[in-house]
């Protein structure tokens, strides 16, 4: 069974970082354009960046992670990542990542598919 799995959470203070790691099970992520979403209690999930297929060329970011979150990718590992700095308290959400289908604009709209559990970041003030 395809699954998505996501790592890297955890409990941080404001201003401080953490990377966001996602891998699939029975699958290879090389050549699919790839995204972070998010979603916050009592919000709907959201698009956070993506990152396109292959050599990753190509980064697509929501304006209010610009300047400090980076996607990226290690297709030898079959790895995408999310380092993510500057945290702020609206950064708390789980995060998940997935397949993107198309880029409108600078937002990503996800694949249809099962997503993953995610992975809790909290951010603290």
């Known amino acids: 069974q395809v699954q998505l799995v996501e790592s890297g959470g955890g409990l941080v203070q404001a201003g401080g970082s953490l990377r966001l790691s996602c891998t699939a099970s029975?699958?290879?992520?090389?050549?699919?354009?790839m995204g972070w979403f998010r979603q916050a209690p009592g919000k709907e999930r959201e698009f956070v960046a993506a990152?396109?297929?292959?050599?990753?060329?190509?980064?697509y970011y929501t304006d209010f992670v610009k300047g400090r979150f980076t996607i990226s990718r290690d297709n030898a590992k079959n790895m995408v990542y999310l380092q993510m700095n500057s945290l702020k308290p609206d950064d708390t959400a789980v995060y998940y990542c997935?397949?993107?289908?198309?880029?409108?604009?600078?937002?990503?709209?996800?694949?249809?598919?099962?997503w993953g559990q995610g992975t809790q970041v909290t951010v603290s003030s």
């Open positions: 997935h397949d993107v289908r198309a880029i409108v604009g600078d937002t990503g709209i996800p694949a249809s598919g099962s």
């Open positions: 029975g699958r290879t992520l090389s050549s699919f354009t």
């Open positions: 990152i396109s297929g292959w050599s990753g060329g190509t980064t």
